[in-house]
């Protein structure tokens, strides 16, 4: 699992062009909109195309969105249950 | 009405590794690139904005000109009262041709929406109005080359006819030449002298830098 999160922190930065953060300035269980890294709606879309791309993997409902996207540990969650 | 009252109270140069404020140089990095030098003039000024470095290069390149311009600025007048005006040569080409190669592969097909998002010209204004709070009219004219006529006739007709009570207005162009950013602040005062009437001439004759004092 530290793995995931790890790579996930690293392609976050990579995929959203979050030039001025370095991995630790991303806190695992932080909102990643809103308070957190006060992500828009365009950076939902570039984490769903991250998920798909780097991952293979889809939303099967996209009202788990909120859930999924809410911080890098529920992403590093759903990537992790999708292995199984 | 003409334009007997309007002036130019501030403009700003970004041009090959050179930064140029009212008449005065605020940063020279003649031996970098382009994109080092936005990023290095955007940390000079210590303007806190993260969003910055979302942006694509066009966006860079007129939000940090507009950062330039209103540096020592303060604007008194109402949100909807502040109006942009900007014009460019090749649109948002720079833009269009990375998100071209990003849809060229078949096999590898992921159209990044960050990067389709500036894949219109006008969206610089929209950053610059977004940081800044700006509601009043925007308009963005494409032409070959700066076209001080259109940017002195549109401003007038807007300051003049109540639109708006100050024109940011401007070139801000990249190309295979390098990128070049020209703005410049237009408000309704009677204090300035008569070389910094609006007009074509003198935005002609700041945009070729012949006031730079070092």
Not at chain 2, 18 to 30: C, G, K, P, R
Request: glycine residues 6%; negative net charge; contains cysteine.
């Amino acid at each position: 699992m530290e793995d995931i999160i790890a790579k996930l922190k690293a392609e976050i930065i990579t995929q959203l062009n979050l030039e001025d953060k370095t991995p630790d300035d991303i806190h695992t269980d932080a909102p990643l909109f809103g308070d957190g890294l006060g992500l828009d709606s365009i950076d939902a879309l570039e984490l769903i195309v991250l998920l798909e791309k780097n991952y293979g993997l889809k939303l099967d409902k996209p009202e788990d969105g909120k859930e999924v996207f809410y911080s890098v540990k529920s992403l590093a969650d759903f990537i992790q249950s999708k292995k199984k | 009405m003409g334009t007997e009252n309007l002036h130019i109270t501030s403009w700003v140069m970004v041009r090959n590794g050179v930064a140029v404020q009212n008449d005065s140089l605020f940063l020279e990095m003649t031996d970098t690139d382009p994109l080092s030098f936005i990023k290095a003039l955007y940390k000079q000024i210590k303007c806190d904005y993260p969003k910055f470095y979302k942006m694509d290069n066009l966006c860079k390149l007129a939000f940090i000109s507009a950062e330039l311009l209103l540096k020592n600025v303060k604007l008194i007048y109402g949100s909807d009262e502040i109006a942009v005006v900007l014009s460019n040569s090749s649109s948002s080409f720079d833009t269009d041709k990375t998100y071209y190669q990003s849809v060229g592969d078949k096999s590898n097909y992921f159209p990044s929406p960050a990067v389709f998002v500036y894949t219109l010209p006008n969206i610089m204004m929209g950053e610059i109005c977004i940081r800044h709070q700006f509601l009043g009219e925007n308009a963005f004219f494409i032409s070959e080359v700066f076209n001080s006529g259109i940017l002195s006739d549109y401003t007038e007709n807007l300051l003049n006819s109540g639109k708006a009570k100050c024109v940011i207005t401007g070139w801000v162009e990249i190309n295979e030449s390098g990128w070049d950013a020209a703005l410049f602040l237009i408000e309704r005062t009677a204090k300035e002298n008569e070389e910094k009437r609006l007009s074509k001439e003198h935005l002609n004759e700041i945009y070729a830098l012949k006031r730079i004092t070092k």
